[in-house]
């Protein structure tokens, strides 16, 4: 028994002085010096002086080909998208400075949302500054205290911090599981409020969920249903409105979330529904009240490039034969990809080791390819991927580019 | 079930995630002792739902450290 030394160690303890509140990231600290300190380039900290196209700029000094900006229908450049951002910024100014309850919504905010109607053929559209507030909005508002959200296992950040904001009963499935969604939908509570959330794509692997069946027995079994089409808008569908388009279900979904930074080219989010008390959202939904409105030139760049993107059928099918190509290409060299098919134009390379990894993510760098490289927590199993995300703007010559560059960095790393 | 029961199925269900054949008592954590991650937790937690048909969410899951903890959790859900 040594209860007196304990008891002085505690007192010393107590006595040295406040605890360090980042002390508790020490480990990713620690992670991240061991991978530094093995020469690699840092991977999160990445610059690109300019940028030439969608799918070049100058990263870290060197001529480099975008595969990881989510840019997927390369409309950054677009002449007209660009234009009306100019103009809206001349005859509105710079900013909003307010909130778009308060002074906050102008011309050109409401502009948006007529486009994002007219593109989803809905009844109402609710535009937030950002993705991640619209998942973090709209989730939290949904779903409160006492209601059950079930969702994938693999969603995203913004969905799980929605989750946790509402202070909802938050109930996980395996991925893209049908029957694992089920079972959990037959043991809620009668009575409780049921919000099921589900992606169109999941960013990490670029693979799609069986929305059919999982909005059919979400139905059948008294849930509302939110899907987060962020990586289909544009060119997944008949009319480019996401994986609920294509399988024939969009109209039963209740609420579409969705955004600017992908496919759209600009920054911002949405949510797009046919609830005819949508509109009461605005007033109660905290990350949408309390925060500044977007710049006009956002907006009107914003605006349009949703309404080209409805025009978008050359570029969508050059698009899919970019990532078909794409994937052919690599799981012809040897590579293990996320999905056995291309589902979309996310194609994610899987790495043995998060060292490996580093350094093909460097190796690749160095041949002049940027790619993300995705790591836990954000993947799912604890993999590392480099994840390519293709453009409607890569031309056909630089994906055999991109092909040969990933032949010789992972021949060089050992990889294939 | 008593909770004795609840405890013996629970030790039957565990088994295939012990993969280190840890001796399990009420103490055992299942972050630290048994080294669980987030993947191995949510199967885990599957087959024990689907054992008793009941639910445990996420935030029920939050307060549960130890397999003492987790007996009496599921032996109070499976009455409710």
Known sequence: MIPAMTETETTNEMVTGPVDLLAKFDPIIQTRETLLAAGVEDPFNLVMEQVLSPTRAICNGRDTILLG???????????????????????FGAGTTGSRVLNGTFRDHRDVETALR??????HAMVFSTGYQANLGIIST??????????DIDSH???Y???????AEVVPFRHNDVEALEKRLKRIPDGAGKLVVLEGVYSMMGDVAPLKEMVRVSKENGAMVLVDEAHSMGFIGEHGRGVAEEQGVLDDVDFIIGTFSKSVGTVG??????????????????PYVFTAALPPSVMASSATSIRKLMHGGNKRAHLWENSRRLHGGLTALGFKLGTETPQSAIIAVIMPDLERGAMMWEALLKEGLYVNLARPPATPAGMTLL??????EHSSEQVETILGMFERAGKAIGII | ?????????IRKLIEPFNKKGIAVEDATTFAGDLEFDSLTVMDFVAAIEDEFDIIISMNQQAEIETYGQLVSAVHKLQDS
């Open chain 2, 1 to 9: 079930m008593n909770p004795a029961e609840v405890e013996e199925h």
């Open chain 1, 69 to 91: 900006t989510y840019n997927y229908m390369g409309m950054t450049f677009d002449p007209d998208v660009i234009e009306a951002g100019k103009q809206a910024m001349e005859d």
């Open chain 1, 161 to 167: 911090d929605g989750c946790a904001m509402g202070k």
């Open chain 1, 387 to 392: 994840r390519c995300s293709l453009c409607a």
């Open chain 1, 269 to 286: 989010g949405f949510c797009v529904s046919n609830h005819p008390k949508f509109e009461v959202l605005r007033l109660v939904c905290r």
């Open chain 1, 142 to 151: 949904l779903a409160g205290k006492g209601d059950y959200i079930i969702l």
């Open chain 1, 118 to 123: 007219e593109f989803y053929a809905m009844d």
């Open chain 1, 157 to 159: 950040a913004s969905i």
